[in-house]
């Protein structure tokens, strides 16, 4: 009896270190997006937290559906009027555009789109001292894959749209997207 008892201590000992091995090693190689840093030099990290940031503006485009969201430095002077009253954002001023594939529901008694898989997350910094080329904002572009669960930085975020693109919206502190009124 005493060596049944030995053993089973044995086994259960063995098997809690094998689980804690699992576990540890699970850690230790999930993938940290907030370690991602795209060609620009621009950190995933900088934008810690944005999935609670406030939400400034939605967009559409190609079945691809769209919702901006601030940092707490750039969304109150986007409430109170930035850009469209001809002032720039303040340093420091972040801003993600969250991208996912629509689908119509299956549920709406009406036709509506709704977000089905989550694509991409196109971000901006305003750094003038790092980005002083691109009227002091920094682009990069975090794919995401959901098969796979994880993030890779855009290798093309440096020649796709960006600073190119944006522009167009110079006198608007490279912003496309007003605050919109709730």
Same mark, same amino acid.
């Given at each position: 009896m005493e060596r049944e008892s030995k053993l089973t201590i044995a086994i259960a000992a063995a098997v809690l270190a094998v689980l804690s091995a699992t576990v540890i090693y699970a850690q230790e190689h999930a993938q940290d997006k907030y370690s991602l840093k795209s060609p620009s030099g621009i950190a995933f990290s900088d934008f810690r937290g944005y999935e609670d940031w406030v939400a400034a503006s939605s967009a559409r485009v190609d079945g691809t559906l769209k919702v901006i969201v601030a940092n707490p430095t750039m969304i109150t002077p986007y409430k109170a009027g930035v850009p469209e009253d001809g002032k720039p954002f303040p340093e420091g001023s972040m801003i993600v555009k969250l991208q996912w594939k %629509?689908?119509?529901?299956?549920? #709406?008694? @009406?036709?509506?789109?709704?977000?089905?898989?989550?694509?991409?997350?196109?971000?901006?910094?305003?750094?003038?001292?790092?980005?002083?080329? %691109?009227?002091?904002?920094?682009? #990069?572009? @975090?794919n995401y894959d959901a098969a796979s669960d994880k993030f890779a930085a855009d290798p093309k975020s440096l020649s796709d749209c960006g600073n190119a693109c944006h522009t167009a919206v110079k006198a608007k502190d490279y912003i496309f997207h007003p605050y919109q009124k709730r």
């Open positions: %629509s689908k119509k529901s299956t549920e #709406a008694p @009406f036709a509506v789109e709704v977000p089905d898989v989550f694509s991409q997350a196109f971000v901006m910094e305003k750094d003038s001292k790092r980005f002083p080329k %691109s009227g002091g904002w920094g682009y #990069a572009v @975090f």
